[in-house]
């Protein structure tokens, strides 16, 4: 059996399609608007405050604090485990949604971006930080994934990002300052119309599979251990999407076995018009359909 308009994502070591299946939903009763648990938002919010607590402290405080409405220890140690796990769940889906449109850009820059106390403050340069990154995606074909973070000494904010950047603003120049971090002279590569507008900057050229790889892993390591927001471009594809002969699958892997394990130089088609594209190759895949 074929495979038709194939949804297909890199796992970092081999391709993975997902099969277009036919959905037939049943219409949905209509239910009356549900009142909001006050006691599952409270639990959101006090799981979102960072403290030097560890993971069973803070859920015990959490208990404890939850357990002044409700009046029932064993009720309220069940609304924060469920909390907890809708949680983990969520950031699991997120993280691995995350990893798939990673691993579908060829990225070409890593960047590390910090404000300019003379220029704007903390809020400002969040603001107006983000909306220079969506005019850029909108107007230049910038396409980006990122995270805000604190450094350890200064707790000053910066923002590290992974960049497609298509077409460059502004002028890059070589700068030499003194590291404080590594107690040693630095070489950064500044871009000037960032530099005017925010302050100083770090464009490095991703040059190869390794180097995207190493950025990524530096980038996710924030994501992980800080828990920040991810930001990233508007219609950031997860997939790309195209028609697969059964000969180019290995196997069907997953829940119910709703995916397939494709061999490594599987080809691409349109069937429907009995076009071949061409062996699976990062060239090919910019061209292909993508899907979310």
């Given at each position: 059996?074929?495979?038709?308009?194939?949804?297909?994502?890199?796992?970092?070591?081999?391709?993975?399609?997902?099969?277009?299946?036919?959905?037939?939903?049943?219409?949905?009763?209509?239910?009356?608007?549900?009142?909001?648990?006050?006691?599952?938002?409270?639990?959101?919010?006090?799981?979102?405050?960072?403290?030097?607590?560890?993971?069973q402290e803070k859920t015990e405080r959490i208990?404890?604090?939850?357990?002044?409405?409700?009046?029932?220890?064993?009720?309220?140690?069940?609304?924060?485990?469920?909390?907890?796990?809708?949680?983990?769940?969520?950031?699991?889906?997120?993280?691995?949604?995350?990893?798939?449109?990673?691993?579908?850009?060829?990225?070409?820059?890593?960047?590390?971006?910090?404000?300019?106390?003379?220029?704007?403050?903390?809020?400002?340069?969040?603001?107006?930080?983000?909306?220079?990154?969506?005019?850029?995606?909108?107007?230049?074909?910038?396409?980006?994934?990122?995270?805000?973070?604190?450094?350890?000494?200064?707790?000053?904010?910066?923002?590290?990002?992974?960049?497609?950047?298509?077409?460059?603003?502004?002028?890059?120049?070589?700068?030499?300052?003194?590291?404080?971090?590594?107690?040693?002279?630095?070489?950064?590569?500044?871009?000037?119309?960032?530099?005017?507008?925010?302050?100083?900057?770090?464009?490095?050229?991703?040059?190869?599979?390794?180097?995207?790889q190493q950025a990524v892993r530096y980038m996710?390591?924030?994501?992980?251990?800080?828990?920040?927001?991810?930001?990233?471009?508007?219609?950031?594809?997860?997939?790309?999407?195209?028609?697969?002969?059964?000969?180019?699958?290995?196997?069907?892997?997953?829940?119910?076995?709703?995916?397939?394990?494709?061999?490594?130089?599987?080809?691409?088609?349109?069937?429907?018009?009995?076009?071949?594209?061409?062996?699976?190759?990062?060239?090919?895949?910019?061209?292909?359909?993508?899907?979310?």
């Open positions: 059996m074929d495979y038709i308009k194939t949804k297909i994502y890199f796992d970092g070591s081999h391709y993975i399609g997902i099969p277009k299946v036919a959905q037939y939903w049943k219409k949905r009763k209509h239910k009356s608007k549900q009142t909001t648990n006050e006691n599952e938002t409270e639990v959101k919010q006090l799981l979102s405050e960072r403290t030097n607590e560890t993971k208990v404890k604090v939850i357990n002044q409405n409700i009046k029932n220890i064993e009720h309220s140690q069940a609304v924060v485990k469920k909390v907890i796990e809708k949680d983990r769940r969520n950031r699991i889906v997120r993280y691995t949604r995350l990893i798939r449109k990673v691993n579908l850009q060829q990225w070409t820059h890593f960047c590390t971006f910090t404000y300019d106390s003379n220029k704007l403050n903390e809020e400002e340069f969040r603001e107006k930080f983000l909306n220079c990154l969506r005019h850029l995606s909108n107007r230049k074909g910038w396409k980006y994934i990122g995270v805000f973070e604190r450094s350890p000494e200064l707790q000053r904010l910066h923002f590290h990002g992974i960049f497609v950047i298509p077409e460059m603003v502004g002028e890059i120049i070589e700068t030499k300052d003194y590291s404080t971090k590594n107690h040693q002279m630095q070489i950064a590569h500044q871009n000037t119309f960032f530099l005017e507008r925010f302050g100083r900057n770090d464009f490095k050229v991703i040059e190869n599979n390794f180097h995207s996710l390591k924030y994501i992980r251990k800080t828990g920040e927001k991810v930001i990233y471009s508007k219609h950031l594809q997860t997939y790309f999407v195209t028609d697969i002969l059964a000969d180019d699958v290995v196997c069907t892997i997953g829940q119910e076995n709703r995916k397939i394990l494709l061999f490594d130089d599987f080809q691409c088609w349109d069937l429907e018009t009995g076009t071949l594209f061409g062996t699976v190759n990062k060239e090919l895949i910019d061209r292909l359909p993508k899907a979310f």
